[in-house]
């Protein structure tokens, strides 16, 4: 599996017991008292074993300060560092667009222009890595830290690196170019990232007269070595200008380099074609070199050997060409130029003397075409998710990764994405990004998202909505739930009634909405106002989200009515509340004292059939109680009663004759 | 058109963008504008410029993205932003502070100028937590006003340290966003879809007018005022829509339309040429709503040397006594809207518009300057 060893500095099994807690995106390591010994002689392990990948993780000790000896410590370790880097930020920002830009490509597309597609993608992802590199370089020389240069420095090789890496898999998997071109394209990627002689060419070519310049001969050979003939031919006329006498023999050798086929980048030559060419190119030098046209001068007698090939003669300039696959690149030009991508891998270990750099590792398992092994190697190299994650899903999006499936469920792209995405989450701000990356993996996107999504801090309502549109858009109605709750509770123990109604509405949290209500309801009775009036009053239909909130709005659509002097509708309305039983059995009290005011109008409001309902729930009320109960209630609540009682039956009274009065005229 | 936008990442999620007003009598385009980041262990307000004149091409195209020229620190995210005067802006932080900062020309830097510590606040102002984000403030230099999540509205006057009127519990729901109606009154608008006029002049402390939404108490984020037609209001809701009111008539708005398939997180009339306006949402997109009528009438907008630009004629405002914005169906046939960003993912938090100039920040932690908007 691609998971790498890795060593949290300062965490040390052999003295202290640890402990573990696992994380979305962090694993907490905890240092304990169990099993301690008194004394804990160092076991002299030798140093660590195994050098910390740079970067692989971080680690913080927090909590306890300086402590002692005696206290425990607790390692915060991350799983992505890179994630953590202000430069890079950029670098996850805008290669999310081309994320979502190639998930959203027409998979339709007919073969060439689909390729296009895929090899534009591709370039664009590296132009990305590239800009970044220009920032952080810029960084490096801006600042006069020189922890924080160092640090510059160490993230532009790596990034640059990143870059040389994934050009290589474009030309080699996503473009998968044809013999001949093939060629062109590695030679123009050694030209690109072997960098190390352009100062030497720079120095010669800007220096009054180059033929002089004592490096001329290494700058003509660095021209040859990667296949720059306009250029080399170029420097040497100007060698030859100064040399009358031999003017012949780089007449000879310019009409050699002239002369040298060159794969064609369109269709207009076949492979047999361009090796009959190549063949008959091949003796023409060969014959030049045997018959000691170049023996007088062995700078060109060795540039007319490496045109044939000759492995020594090219070995011989190794440091010209700095790397193995820059040799190895150039061995392929003047011995197999119509070299076809799987036969690459014959000519690999001739220049592979030097010890395995992951880099170099990575490169060869490349050129082998090994590219499980690219991904597996690059995982455990990178310090981030974001170089195998997005590498990965492009060559995925090429259907080359499709056969392979890892044993435990989601196949290799999805496990990547996922793990790049958690980087993100675990993240203050970068979290918004990692939505996308986990939308696009079918198999467990959904679960990592509805994990992640509750663990983010929500300090302002603007950021709650943020994430609640997240889970509203992709139907995460428990997500929903638990957010608007937690913002309910918010709002509520801050005293927002309003807000917290609101919430539990947009939830449609019918609890949450019935605790609230009942709030509005004891504050009232206390303190005998509404509070909030904008809020309940407009209520509209979600009004009928609970009982309680129901009867809210309408109790307070009651005390409209009657600040509005709408007498019997007011009536009807509060005897509706208790008839149809809206109202708690506990407001009935308040509901019926309510009535009181009514009663006593000089008009007569309450029919004689509404009294008789006003008086059974009076009487359903005080029968429902106990006899305990009845002893409990204070003199108050007695006389409330009696005093309901007597209005009722004067209420009645009037109503009798008011009525018979009606019927009688 | 898109190839005119310069963009920037800037490694941060900006919330707020707002153009550097220019003086009175100023011809050339806006040159400077201010930033807000938010969710971030470290916001900062930054101080960008477009570029300086010796950029723009021969035939006026621009080259170049943002140069940052000075930044600062800012305690909590920057919830909303603007510009008291050509120097100061004042700040409304999730935190529940107000901070004016003044932008120190000569040198290019930045300092707090002013600060109304927990201007917004929850139950007790003076406990150690307890801040309440503000989530609104309006300029009318020297006057200020905030609006925030514990529903208060704040009037301060820049360069006194007191609030001079302070509303407690104004509204039972949070307020999203405040502007100003005329020089005494205001607009707000809230989580349950209430826009209300506020008169400072009335000692009561309750709103003067009500208007809501029907129905589904659609919250409201934004608010922007015509700026010649002072009854006109624009707003724009949870649900993308964008919202026309007449404050002279009626409780519900004129006019609803359809835009964006999020929250719509702010909308602004043109300053000069209020028969445009613009809009941004959570989802990504930035709509340019165009009424002008005929396209033979379309303001003059004319590039004079590629150097100088005048700005759009006043005239056809004047004309116009009935606003396009108010006839009874604007989708009809008088309204052309165009999405400004065909390929966005994430939201598009800010924008704003001075003269030919468009700024707008976004959570993919970008920024884009469109210099020419209506070439």
């Known amino acids: 599996a691609a998971v790498p060893s890795q060593v949290v500095p300062g965490a040390d099994p052999s003295a202290r017991q640890l402990c573990f807690a696992w994380g979305p995106a962090e694993v907490l390591v905890c240092e304990t008292l169990f099993g301690r010994r008194s004394e804990s002689p160092s076991r002299g392990e030798g140093g660590p074993g195994r050098a910390l990948l740079p970067g692989t993780l971080i680690a913080y000790v927090a909590g306890t300060g300086e402590g002692g000896p005696s206290s425990s410590r607790l390692f915060v370790v991350r799983k992505d560092q890179d994630i953590y880097i202000q430069t890079l930020r950029k670098l996850f920002n805008e290669s999310h667009g081309i994320f979502i830009g190639l998930q959203r490509s027409e998979e339709e597309l007919a073969g060439k222009s689909r390729k296009a597609q895929l090899v534009q993608v591709s370039k664009n992802y590296r132009s990305v890595i590239r800009a970044c590199m220009e920032d952080m370089h810029q960084a490096a020389i801006l600042t006069r830290d020189p922890a924080l240069h160092s640090q510059y420095s160490t993230q532009v090789s790596i990034l640059s690196a990143m870059e040389l890496i994934w050009n290589l898999c474009e030309i080699l998997f996503v473009e998968a170019a044809a013999a001949g071109p093939l060629l062109l394209r590695l030679l123009d990627w050694v030209r690109l990232h072997v960098c190390d002689v352009d100062n030497i060419v720079h120095e010669v070519l800007s220096s009054e007269n180059p033929s002089k310049h004592e490096l001329f001969w290494n700058v003509v050979d660095v021209f040859v070595l990667q296949g720059r003939m306009d250029e080399a031919r170029h420097l040497l006329s100007k060698e030859a200008s100064a040399n009358p006498t031999s003017v012949n023999m780089y007449k000879i050798l310019d009409d050699l380099m002239k002369k040298m086929p060159v794969p064609s980048l369109g269709n207009t030559q076949t ?92 490169l060869m398992a490349a050129f082998e075409f090994e590219m499980h092994q690219v991904i597996k190697e690059c995982s455990i190299a990178l310090s981030n998710w974001w170089f195998v994650a997005h590498l990965t899903d492009l060559l995925d999006h090429c259907k080359l990764l499709q056969s392979h499936n890892l044993y435990f469920g989601s196949n290799m792209r999805e496990f990547l994405l996922l793990e790049y995405a958690s980087g993100l989450f675990s993240h203050h701000s970068l979290w918004q990004l990692g939505v996308d990356y986990f939308d696009h993996c079918p198999e467990y996107g959904r679960v990592y998202l509805e994990l992640h999504i509750e663990r983010i801090p929500l300090n302002t309502e603007q950021k709650a909505l943020k994430v609640l549109r997240i889970c509203e858009q992709r139907q995460m109605h428990e997500q929903v739930r638990s957010i608007c709750k937690i913002m309910a509770m918010k709002a509520l123990r801050n005293n927002r009634l309003g807000s917290a109604l609101s919430w539990s509405i947009r939830a449609k949290d019918a609890a949450f909405a019935t605790l609230i209500s009942d709030r509005f309801l004891k504050d009232y009775c206390e303190s005998g106002c509404f509070s909030d009036l904008d809020l309940i009053d407009n209520l509209g239909p979600s009004m009928l989200l609970s009982d309680r909130l129901t009867f809210l709005g309408k109790y307070r659509e009651f005390h409209r009515l009657y600040g509005e002097k709408r007498f019997s509708e007011a009536a009807k309305l509060l005897l509706m509340l208790m008839t149809a039983h809206i109202a708690p059995c506990s407001f009935w009290m308040t509901l019926l004292t309510d009535a009181l005011p009514l009663l006593e109008q000089k008009e007569v409001i309450f029919s004689a059939e509404q009294t008789y309902e006003l008086m059974r729930c009076l009487e359903d009320l005080t029968a429902g109680k106990s006899d305990k109960q009845k002893f409990q209630d204070d003199d108050v609540e007695i006389m409330k009663v009696e005093m309901l009682r007597l209005a009722l039956a004067r209420n009645l009274a009037r109503v009798i004759v008011k009525e018979g009065t009606l019927e009688g005229s | 058109a898109m190839e005119d936008v310069c963009a920037r990442f800037v490694s941060q999620k900006i919330s707020k963008t707002r153009w550097r007003p220019l003086p009175a009598a100023a011809l050339q385009p806006p040159d400077l504008f201010a930033t807000g980041s938010w969710d971030n262990e470290d916001n900062r307000i930054s101080i960008w410029s477009v570029g300086d004149l ?46 004016v900062f003044r932008h120190h020309q000569k040198n290019q830097t930045l300092s707090a100028n002013q600060r109304w510590e927990k201007a917004h606040y929850h139950v007790d102002q003076d406990t150690s937590c307890g801040g309440a984000a503000c989530t609104g403030v309006i300029c009318n230099n020297p006057e200020i006003v905030t609006v925030g999540e514990d529903g208060r509205i704040n009037l301060f006057r820049a360069d006194q340290k007191d609030a001079v009127r302070t509303i407690d519990n104004a509204d039972s729901s949070t307020l999203h966003a405040v502007t100003f109606l005329r020089t005494t009154e205001i607009l707000t608008v809230n989580s349950i879809g209430q826009l209300k006029i506020w008169d400072f002049r009335q000692q009561r402390n309750e709103p003067s007018q009500i208007f809501s939404l029907t129905g589904d108490r659609v919250p409201l984020h934004c608010v922007d005022r015509h700026p010649n037609q002072q009854h006109i209001v624009a707003t724009g809701g949870q649900n993308g829509m964008l919202s026309i009111w007449d404050i002279r008539q009626g409780t519900m708005p004129v006019a609803l339309l359809n835009a964006h398939e999020a929250e719509m997180w702010e909308v602004h009339f043109h300053p000069s040429n209020p028969d445009h306006l613009f809009t941004c949402s959570e989802d990504g997109s930035l709509w340019h709503w165009d009424t002008s009528t005929d396209v033979s009438e379309k303001p003059s907008f004319l590039h004079q040397g590629g150097r100088s630009t005048t700005y759009f004629s006043h005239n056809t405002i004047n004309q116009s006594v009935v606003s396009a914005w108010l006839s009874n169906d604007p989708t009809k046939d008088r309204m052309e809207i165009t999405n400004l960003i065909p390929n966005q993912t994430l939201s598009v938090n800010s924008l704003d518009i001075l003269g030919p100039c468009l700024v707008y920040g976004t959570d993919a932690e970008a920024i884009y300057v469109n210099r020419q908007l209506f070439a």
């Open chain 1, 271 to 362: 492979l047999t074609e361009m090796e009959l060419k190549w063949q008959h190119w091949h003796e023409e030098c060969q014959r030049y070199l045997q018959d000691g046209t170049f023996a007088s001068n062995s700078h060109m007698e060795s540039i007319c050997k490496i045109l044939l090939g000759d492995e020594d003669a090219i070995l011989e300039k190794k440091d010209l060409m700095t790397t193995w696959y820059h040799f190895l690149v150039t061995r392929l030009l003047y011995s197999h130029p119509t070299v076809k991508p799987m036969e690459l891998r014959m000519d690999l270990f001739l220049g592979g003397e030097s010890s395995p750099e992951p880099l170099d590792t990575i």
């Open chain 2, 54 to 99: 010796g950029n723009v091409g021969l035939h006026g195209e621009y080259q170049g993205e943002p140069q940052l020229l000075c930044d600062i620190r800012h305690n909590g995210d920057v919830m909303d932003m603007q510009f008291l005067d050509q120097e100061r802006i004042v700040v409304a932080s999730s935190t529940g502070t107000v901070t």
